[in-house]
Structures are given as structure tokens and as C-alpha cells.
């Protein structure tokens, strides 16, 4: 059963250029999460997805960055005209629909996508 | 807004002595989580806690959960160079039904010396 699966681990965009992270998760996961790490920091919640639907966004910058994940394939963060500060690392994690013990409640993350904005 | 506070937030041991990371939260949730983080890598799970009083323990790493403190543990025994990392707690926003959104501490780096 493969993980958390993001892509590309690492991306290097010059400003004003857009960004496109991939994730798909864990086989039997319906829910997706995006967080930002930020250098030194702790990650922060993003967005929060199942198939065809944004459930919670409320920590996704209001301006130029949008999130989706459709019927088929993988779940893409989109960064337009990117700037420095958004240079970080972008994780997405998944859970299964009905947690149930231990392992049902536990997040998974992928291996993170780093943003480096030039 | 729910607020997760790690102390230290760096500890530098020594191999073989006892340590403790301290994670507080400030209103009530109903799942916590420990996150191990090496540079440049993903979060390993360690730990969730999923009621008060909840103990968990895996080889030098022992985690607990006091929902009433609103407080969890990690306990580090005899300290071992691979635990070289940097240790997050994330808190589960209640009321978000079966999904989980986390707050997650600033981390706390423990770095093992000789």
C-alpha cells in the first residue's frame, strides 16, 4: 500500500511564474489536507479537500492560491505568480473517511514538495 | 483560536539521560499527535492520543495525554544519537467531525551529543 504520494519533490520558480503540487493519497483515504512549512517553522494548515469538494479553506491565502481535488487523479495545490515568501515546503496528508483506532486516526504525509521561488 | 505551545524548543542532551518535551494546547480537543522531523524529510508518525490518561510508548519514547491540563508529554529515555530530529505535537481541531485539522506546535529540536 504506497503513501502518500507528492510531486514534484522539488520546484524551482522564478516570480511571477505559477506553481502546480501533486498529491495523491494513501489508497482508501477520501480526505486530503494541505500544509506549509515555512523555515524553522511548524507546518500550517492550508486546505482541506474530499473528492469534488473544498470542505474547509480558511487557511489558504486569499489571493493566488487555489486547491482541487477532482473525481479522477490527484489532488493539485496551484500557486499563481508566485513570490518569495512563498517559497516553502508544501505537504499534503490523507485519512480515511471513518477513523477508527489508532491507525484510522492517524495522518499521513507525504514526503513534501519544496517550493523555492528565485 | 486553538493555540499549541512546545517547550523547550530546543534541547541539546546528553546520551543516555533522561529528557521531556512539553506540548500545551489551549481549548479542547479530542486527538493529539507526535511528529518526528529529520532536515529536508517528511513528518514520521509516532504517536496520536486519543483519550485522557492515554499512555503510549515506543522503544525510548513515551507519550501522554492529560486532557484536562489541556498538556502531553514526550518522554525521552536514555537518549540515543538517532533521536537526533526535530519533535512536533499537533492538536486535532474538535468539532471537524471525522476529519482532522491540526495545529501543530513550533517543534522542539533535540539534538544528542557524547
Known amino acids: 500500500n504506497a503513501g502518500v504520494m507528492q510531486n514534484p519533490r522539488h520546484l524551482v520558480r522564478r516570480r511571477g511564474q505559477e506553481a502546480r503540487l501533486r498529491c495523491s493519497p494513501m489508497?482508501?483515504?477520501?480526505?486530503v489536507y494541505w500544509y506549509r512549512q515555512l523555515p524553522e517553522e511548524g507546518l500550517k494548515f492550508m486546505v482541506y479537500l474530499q473528492k469534488e469538494n473544498i470542505i474547509d479553506e480558511s487557511g489558504m491565502p486569499k489571493e493566488r492560491f487555489s486547491a482541487e481535488f477532482p473525481k479522477e487523479g490527484p489532488s493539485i495545490l496551484r500557486i499563481q505568480q508566485v513570490v518569495r515568501g512563498d517559497s516553502a515546503a508544501y505537504f499534503c496528508?490523507?485519512?480515511?473517511?471513518?477513523?477508527?483506532?489508532?491507525?484510522?486516526?492517524?495522518?499521513?504525509f507525504g514526503e513534501g514538495s519544496w517550493l523555492t521561488v528565485v | 483560536e486553538l493555540k499549541v505551545e512546545q517547550n523547550p524548543l530546543f534541547l541539546s542532551m546528553q546520551e543516555g539521560k533522561n529528557y521531556t518535551i512539553y506540548c500545551n494546547y489551549s481549548t479542547t480537543s479530542d486527538r493529539l499527535y507526535w511528529y518526528r522531523q529529520d532536515p529536508g524529510k517528511s513528518l514520521e508518525s509516532l504517536f496520536v492520543l486519543l483519550s485522557n490518561g492515554a499512555v503510549k510508548q515506543e522503544g525510548r519514547l513515551m507519550a501522554s495525554l492529560d486532557t484536562k491540563a489541556r498538556l502531553s508529554t514526550l518522554h525521552i529515555t536514555a537518549a540515543v544519537h538517532d533521536l537526533s530530529a526535530t519533535y512536533f505535537c499537533?492538536?486535532?481541531?474538535?468539532?471537524?467531525?471525522?476529519?482532522?485539522?491540526?495545529?501543530f506546535g513550533t517543534g522542539t529540536r533535540l539534538q544528542v551529543t557524547l
Open positions: 489508497k482508501g483515504h477520501s480526505h
Open positions: 496528508a490523507s485519512s480515511p473517511p471513518n477513523p477508527v483506532g489508532d491507525s484510522g486516526n492517524t495522518i499521513y
Open positions: 499537533a492538536v486535532n481541531i474538535i468539532n471537524t467531525g471525522t476529519a482532522s485539522k491540526l495545529t
